[in-house]
């Protein structure tokens, strides 16, 4: 009897094992079949939350970087014809004296509301390494300026700073006359960049912690017993082994604090005198107090060039 070329009994790729499951040689092939279909599958699970994103965060970038470049005013905006106009908002917010004035308050905004946060948050971070009595009570508490809305930590400090608030009368205590620190140009900013620390500190605490405790206690120990005291170990262990969590810290911070709009705008509204006008609340005051969109989102783009070029400095001298 002639047996077909075709049967099972002469096809390799078609032999079943005795219990009829697939022979050993189509079990790769297989396993592989079911790994590439299985893998596709996490990312069709978050193509819908990655399209919200790109919807909700791309757009309103790449619009306001298109409304940069048009003569984008009520009337225009209202028409929808908007003409381009090349660099000519570019152009006119780098003429603006008040535009590099708010340039540098932004800079000085973020240096200093940085420089207190981080060392404020570090020197915490170092005490609560020790143990003591209701350390969980004061971790709750030192979380309540993070946690509390901006815009009631704005109306705090503006009450606060006012001629008639409690510093004022505290001041009048110790035979000091009443100093306007919202409406003096040489106080309001830093009475801005004090409300801005309170409110900052403890995200830079929290962080500074978690890497602390992450750091083996032995290397401690060890240090100890070769007979370096705290602050030595805190320079030689410490900071470097809490290097990368600390560039985190800075790169976050710069990029929170520079786009702070709310707290200064409820504070002193960019004033007295634009003594206090960040790039933020620049923005806002040209688009929507002077309705000129168009350069108005030309000094948003701009701002977020200086968080780039701010965390691009930052990184460079951590290489260094």
């Known amino acids: 009897m002639k047996i077909n070329a075709k049967t099972p009994a002469n096809n390799p790729s078609t032999v079943s094992a005795p219990d009829g499951k697939p022979a050993a040689a189509d079990q790769p092939r297989l396993a592989g079949r079911k790994r590439a279909r299985f893998d596709t599958m996490p990312y069709l699970f978050i193509l819908p939350c990655v399209l919200f994103c790109l919807i909700l965060l791309l757009y309103p970038v790449i619009y306001s970087l298109t409304l940069s470049f048009r003569q984008a005013t009520v009337d225009t905006f209202v028409s929808g014809d908007m003409p381009f106009n090349g660099l000519t908002q570019y152009q006119a917010a780098l003429a603006d004296p008040v535009f590099w004035r708010a340039v540098i308050d932004t800079v000085l905004f973020a240096f200093f509301s940085i420089l207190f946060q981080f060392s404020i948050g570090f020197l915490l971070a170092l005490l609560f390494q020790a143990n003591f009595p209701l350390k969980n009570v004061c971790l709750a508490l030192l979380l309540i300026p993070w946690v509390s809305p901006v815009l009631t930590a704005a109306n705090i400090f503006k009450g606060l700073f006012n001629e008639a608030g409690p510093i004022n009368q505290i001041g009048h205590l110790i035979g000091l006359g009443p100093i306007p620190w919202l409406a003096?140009?040489?106080?309001?900013?830093?009475a801005t960049i004090v409300a801005n620390i309170w409110i900052g500190f403890p995200f830079n605490f929290?962080?500074?912690y978690a890497g602390m405790r992450s750091i083996p206690p032995d290397v401690y120990e060890a240090a100890r017993?070769?007979?370096a005291h705290y602050w030595q170990r805190v320079a030689k262990i410490t900071l470097p082994m809490l290097k990368p969590v600390s560039v985190a810290v800075l790169m976050l911070g710069t990029i929170y604090t520079v786009k702070?709009?709310?707290?200064?705008?409820?504070?002193?509204g960019g004033g007295p005198a634009n003594a206090t006008?960040?790039?933020?609340?620049y923005a806002y005051q040209v688009g929507f107090s002077l309705l000129n969109f168009g350069e108005a989102a030309a000094i948003a783009t701009?701002?977020?060039?200086?968080v780039l070029l701010l965390n691009l400095v930052q990184?460079?001298?951590r290489r260094a």
Not at 184 to 190: E, I, L, Q, R, T
Not at 277 to 281: G, V
């Open 315 to 317: 990184l460079l001298l």
């Open 225 to 227: 017993i070769d007979g």
């Open 260 to 268: 702070v709009f709310d707290l200064v705008w409820i504070m002193t």
């Open 277 to 281: 006008h960040l790039l933020s609340t």
């Open 206 to 208: 929290i962080l500074l």
């Open 302 to 306: 701009l701002m977020v060039l200086l």
């Open 184 to 190: 003096n140009p040489a106080y309001a900013f830093p």
